[in-house]
């Protein structure tokens, strides 16, 4: 069984190589394909099978073994051979290595990336990045932004460019592997699991190796600042120095900053007293690594701003937006435009501040209730971490849920911790699998291609969790003491 797992998703892996080769989001590979134009083209049925049968080899093999693989060793060694294959290929699932690199070019050459879009910089790579981002401000932090441009100055060329953007990638899933042994261990789960879940899933492969997505570096630079808390509980030392790493992972992607709450819990100590002084000593590391990094950049907070462009494109696979674009069709058939897409998504932000603050007040109330029974119950340490982290997981669940776009790679932000915490895997795994088939292997985004009936799926599932959820509530308070 695990030798079939393994040889399976690595046939998976070497087909998506192929369909890379073959139609994969090559510099000069036309823009605005669409499914019908990729099969009409030369190669492009060969192109979609190996594309569609290697995704669904990947999927199954990684589902296969969601209970965890034979062993630690077992899940690293088979990641690793599935990430070979889609090491040196070309980059798949998105164009959104060019726009680093382009941006990347932009600061290199003294323009400010936060404030000229990477045409009217003069990139000379500007006909690779996907139009809808060629005129807007780049939207990652300044950490990032020097890498890109140091990629950029020792790349060379274009090329060059994209393979350094893929080493640094992979540098950041290194680190996440290397801190995810270390998290287990301290949330009592088997690193076998975590490891696999974490690491061997296809959206690591697809996005974050070939397609070199940054969000590989913030998940390593947040795996290791949440280690350092875990670790190292209650000392201020720690405290800063995992304070650095979380800021670090901020100013590559923003997004991050909704764990640091959680990171304060994981500390051990939960009077009020100690958290205003642990957290305390984590926000000044925080913010020590935000503030010397702009200054450093010699970009300030520009790239603040460049956060609003963000939620540019319009898919149904972000929720609040797929529940816009519905009221928005039901407008249509009474001759209104309600533009309800901004509304929704303004909606959904307020409502995201709001659960982030309750799950936050529940893992706290959570853990203080544990440090009530410690004298009565043994081998408690390690629920400490993994209350406070299941938090965190639960905090970028919302962030990606309510978020106003969605692309295949946000999964890979709440997966890790996920895997560290959660005790039924199919709620997210499902979605995981389901958001490998999105992306073609040029980057053409499927949902862009059923917006109408997506957004109606969408919301109507939306209803029924929302259905459910509150009948269980009512259920629970009819059974309550």
């Given at each position: 069984m695990a030798l079939a797992v393994?040889?399976?998703?690595?046939?998976?892996?070497?087909?998506?190589?192929?369909?890379?080769?073959?139609?994969?989001?090559?510099?000069?590979?036309?823009?605005?394909?669409?499914?019908?134009?990729?099969?009409?083209a030369p190669g492009g049925p060969a192109t979609l099978i190996c594309w569609l049968a290697g995704t669904a080899l990947l999927v199954g093999a990684w589902w296969s073994l969601r209970?965890?693989?034979?062993?630690?060793?077992?899940?690293?060694v088979t990641a690793g051979l599935w990430a070979l294959p889609l090491l040196v290929a070309p980059p798949l699932g998105s164009r959104d290595v060019y726009s680093y690199a382009c941006q990347g070019w932009t600061y290199a050459h003294g323009v400010d990336p936060y404030t000229v879009g990477v045409a009217a910089a003069g990139c000379p790579w500007v006909?690779?990045?996907?139009?809808?981002?060629?005129?807007?401000?780049?939207?990652?932090?300044?950490?990032?932004?020097?890498?890109?441009?140091?990629?950029?100055?020792?790349?060379?060329?274009?090329?060059?460019?994209?393979?350094?953007?893929?080493?640094?990638?992979?540098?950041?899933?290194?680190?996440?592997?290397?801190?995810?042994?270390?998290?287990?261990?301290?949330?009592?789960?088997?690193?076998?699991?975590?490891?696999?879940?974490?690491?061997?899933g296809p959206l690591i492969g697809v996005h974050l190796v070939a397609g070199a997505h940054n969000d590989a570096v913030m998940l390593g630079l947040l795996l290791c600042g949440l280690l350092v808390v875990v670790r190292r509980p209650g000392r201020p030392s720690a405290l800063l120095f995992a304070g650095v790493?979380?800021?670090?992972?901020?100013t590559v992607k923003a997004s991050a900053v909704v764990v640091v709450p959680f990171a304060v819990l994981a500390g051990?100590?939960?009077?009020?007293?100690?958290?205003?002084?642990?957290?305390?000593?984590?926000?000044?590391?925080?913010?020590?690594?935000?503030?010397?990094?702009?200054?450093?950049?010699?970009?300030?907070?520009?790239?603040?701003?460049?956060?609003?462009?963000?939620?540019?494109?319009?898919?149904w696979t972000s929720p609040p937006t797929a529940v816009g674009l519905v009221v928005d069709y039901a407008g249509a058939l009474v001759s209104r435009d309600p533009q309800a897409v901004p509304v929704a998504r303004a909606v959904a932000f307020l409502l995201l501040a709001?659960?982030?603050?309750?799950?936050?007040?529940?893992?706290?109330?959570?853990?203080?209730?544990?440090?009530?029974?410690?004298?009565?119950?043994?081998?408690?340490?390690?629920?400490?971490?993994r209350v406070a982290l299941s938090g965190a997981a639960l905090a970028l669940v919302a962030t990606v849920v309510l978020s106003p776009v969605f692309h295949p790679w946000y999964a890979t932000w709440?997966?890790?911790?996920?895997?560290?915490?959660?005790?039924?895997?199919?709620?997210?795994?499902?979605?995981?699998?389901?958001?490998?088939?999105?992306?073609?292997?040029?980057?053409?985004?499927?949902?862009?291609?059923?917006?109408?009936?997506?957004?109606l799926a969408m919301t109507a599932l939306l209803v029924v969790v929302v259905v459910r959820r509150v009948r269980l509530g009512a259920r629970a308070a009819e059974h309550a003491p």
């Open positions: 393994r040889y399976g998703g690595l046939a998976g892996a070497a087909l998506l190589a192929v369909a890379g080769y073959l139609g994969g989001a090559l510099p000069d590979s036309p823009l605005g394909a669409t499914p019908a134009s990729i099969w009409r209970a965890g693989a034979p062993s630690t060793r077992w899940a690293y006909d690779t990045v996907a139009p809808i981002w060629r005129d807007t401000p780049a939207p990652y932090g300044p950490v990032f932004v020097l890498l890109a441009a140091l990629a950029v100055s020792l790349g060379g060329g274009l090329t060059g460019t994209v393979v350094l953007l893929r080493v640094i990638a992979v540098a950041g899933l290194l680190l996440a592997a290397f801190c995810l042994p270390g998290l287990a261990r301290a949330v009592g789960v088997p690193a076998r699991r975590a490891a696999w879940l974490a690491l061997a790493l979380l800021g670090l992972a901020v051990g100590r939960y009077t009020v007293r100690a958290l205003l002084r642990d957290g305390g000593w984590l926000a000044g590391g925080l913010l020590g690594a935000v503030l010397v990094t702009s200054a450093l950049s010699g970009l300030g907070f520009g790239w603040v701003g460049g956060l609003t462009h963000s939620g540019d494109s319009e898919q709001v659960v982030l603050v309750v799950l936050w007040w529940r893992a706290w109330q959570a853990l203080r209730g544990l440090n009530d029974v410690r004298r009565r119950v043994t081998r408690i340490e390690a629920a400490r971490p709440p997966l890790a911790l996920l895997a560290l915490t959660a005790t039924r895997t199919t709620w997210f795994l499902v979605p995981a699998a389901v958001a490998a088939f999105l992306a073609l292997p040029d980057g053409t985004n499927l949902a862009r291609f059923t917006k109408a009936p997506g957004a």
